[in-house]
């Protein structure tokens, strides 16, 4: 609910703070007055869009705050904690306009953007009017109307749902088709590159073999006569053989040398072991530089080998390879892929013929609820005077979507026989009051609604017996939750719980606005000078009290 509105410097409005009330609450005044000023006022505090200027005339800026009620379970909560700004029972909007245009905005008292107060406000605020492009007036937003109307929120969700897996498999295909695509254009240079790489059989580490082969059996020759040389100074021709006897010759002699010759034998002993040792690791060389020379022809052909195909692949000779197994699975992949894509169109036929089904039983629901909104809002239009004309909610055909295949639009007729259109092209101003009205009487029954709704001179080409109608009408919703209504209808602004006059003053040639609350002791006057006009003569005083009884 809307609690308080304060006003400082915009347009003609100096200083204004309103304190509203649950229930009917109506605005009177003379045309000019300033009436449409608090609803710029208010319109620019929720972020609407409006008018460009509206900082009154040598102010530095203009401000407005709105104060309004919270609830538990009330839709802004959510907003607020999704925007990451403070809660609690009460909100408080404040925004402000400089005279330079800069806007700036607090939701209690934490600085946010225009994007958050327009969410705040579509949970806050109904406008309803001749000029409300932003509810009732606007189809965009009919079918939003049925759908909360027609309470099938099962048939929704499942809609949502199956459009979802339809989505994902429309997607999956498409992927696949496109790689496919892809796949198909190098597919000659899949098969021949994965036959050739097949026949060449690259193993890991291979290159680094190959060339530490080939290196050494292009040095064989030439150090195979110097090893030979070494491996004849170490054999028994040469230093194995001259320490042999050696240790022989000092082994007869060691028994009459009183123990002198035990430390030289032991350090032969030990020379011989190591001179062992040294003779058949030379010897081991000799045979593994002892090769074919086939051998290194072969070596260098399969080096050339390697090292060509990974100039022709381009990459290292070491990642052959991992480049044969990677294209080996794309080439499978391409195989696979026409069991893959019957895989996938089946599974979107699947997902298409369920998203259909829910589409359909959706529209079923939307029919049936259209029907009973047409009835509430025929029998809305019989008190309102307008038993003959005729509302209709049109279910047609749209493009697919989350919400099913369905368009919805509200078309009215004024006359039997007369053809129907649009709600906002086809009704007068008058007859467009009350179909506005008629229709919200019959979304509020069936909905409820935890917004105020305002009113904007809903009842302009109506009086009389239509004007009560259309005044119990908005006193009925008022019982409900709060209602503003900005009137120039006596019997309207008689039924009122709450009301204000909005008032035009100069002073030194200064222009003001300011809305003043009426007691109930000044609401007859108020009201018999909206019969008479000026001079309130004693039969508008004997009117306005009579509306005011009831």
């Known amino acids: 609910m ?87 029972d009460e909100l408080i909007l404040r925004r402000v306009n400089t005279s330079e245009g800069r806007k700036t905005a607090w939701i209690n008292d934490r600085r946010a953007s225009g994007e958050v107060l327009r969410r705040l406000s579509a949970e806050l605020i109904e406008l309803h009017g001749q000029h409300d492009d932003r509810g009732l007036l606007d ?23 199956a459009w979802k897996t339809r989505s994902r498999a429309a997607k999956a295909l498409a992927e696949a088709e ?101 003779a058949h690791g030379v010897q081991s060389c000799l045979d593994a530089l002892d090769f074919n020379p086939a051998e290194l022809e072969d070596t260098e052909e399969r080096l050339f080998a390697l090292r060509g195909a990974a100039r022709k692949y381009q990459v290292l000779p070491v990642e052959l390879v991992n ?3 990677d294209l080996s699975q794309r080439l499978q992949k391409l195989d696979r892929s026409v069991d893959h894509m019957s895989d996938l169109k089946n599974a979107l036929h699947v997902a298409e013929a369920t998203y259909q089904n829910a589409a359909e039983t959706l529209s079923t629901a939307r029919g049936d609820a259209a029907r009973r909104l047409d009835l509430a809002v025929a029998a809305e239009l019989a008190p309102l005077k307008m038993e003959r004309a005729v509302f209709t909610t049109q279910v047609g055909h749209a493009p697919a979507g989350p919400n099913g295949h369905d368009n919805v639009t509200f078309t009215v007729a004024t006359n039997p026989g007369a053809p129907s259109g649009p709600l906002n092209k086809i009704a007068s101003g008058g007859e467009l009051s009350r179909f506005l009205l008629a229709l919200k009487v019959s979304l509020s029954e069936a909905q409820g609604s935890s917004a ?65 609350p009426l007691p109930e002791t000044e609401r007859e006057d108020e009201i018999a000078r909206m019969i008479s006009g000026d001079s309130i003569t004693k039969e508008a005083r004997a009117a306005a009290r009579a509306l005011l009884a009831g």
Not at 139 to 148: N, R
Request: charged fraction near 30%.
């Open 2 to 88: 809307l609690r308080a509105l304060e006003i400082r410097d915009i347009l003609i409005i100096d200083q204004l703070d309103l304190e509203f009330q649950p229930g009917l609450n109506v605005l009177t005044g003379e045309t000019g007055a300033g009436k449409s000023i608090l609803l710029d006022s208010l319109g620019f505090v929720l972020g609407w869009r409006g008018r460009a200027e509206l900082v009154r005339q040598g102010a530095q800026q203009g401000e407005v705050t709105a104060v309004f009620d919270l609830p538990d379970g009330h839709p802004v909560h959510a907003i607020l904690d999704e925007a990451g700004l403070p809660g609690g």
């Open 139 to 161: 189809p965009k937003g009919h079918m939003d109307i049925l759908d909360a109307y027609g309470d099938y929120a099962d048939e929704m969700s499942t809609c949502r749902d």
């Open 178 to 278: 496109a790689e496919l695509a892809a796949a198909k254009e190098e597919e000659d240079f899949l098969r021949h590159a994965v036959a050739e790489l097949e026949k060449l059989a690259p193993e890991p580490g291979e290159d680094e073999a190959l060339d530490m082969k080939r290196r050494m059996m292009q040095q064989a020759e030439k150090i195979r006569a110097d090893i030979g040389q070494a491996a004849e100074a170490l054999g028994y021709d040469g230093a194995e053989g001259a320490m042999s006897n050696a240790m022989r010759w000092l082994d007869g002699a060691a028994d009459q040398a009183d123990g002198r010759l035990d430390a030289p034998l032991q350090a032969l002993s030990r020379a011989m072991t190591e001179l062992d040792e040294a």
């Open 323 to 325: 480049l044969a197994a």
């Open 452 to 516: 105020t709704m305002i009113f904007d001179e809903i009842d302009r080409g109506v009086g009389g017996a239509t004007a009560d109608a259309v005044g119990r009408r908005l006193q009925a919703l008022g019982e409900e939750g709060q209602v503003l209504v900005v009137t120039h209808s006596p019997q309207v602004a008689a039924l009122g719980a709450y009301h204000w006059r909005v008032e035009k003053r100069v002073v030194d040639d200064v222009t003001t606005s300011t809305v003043v």
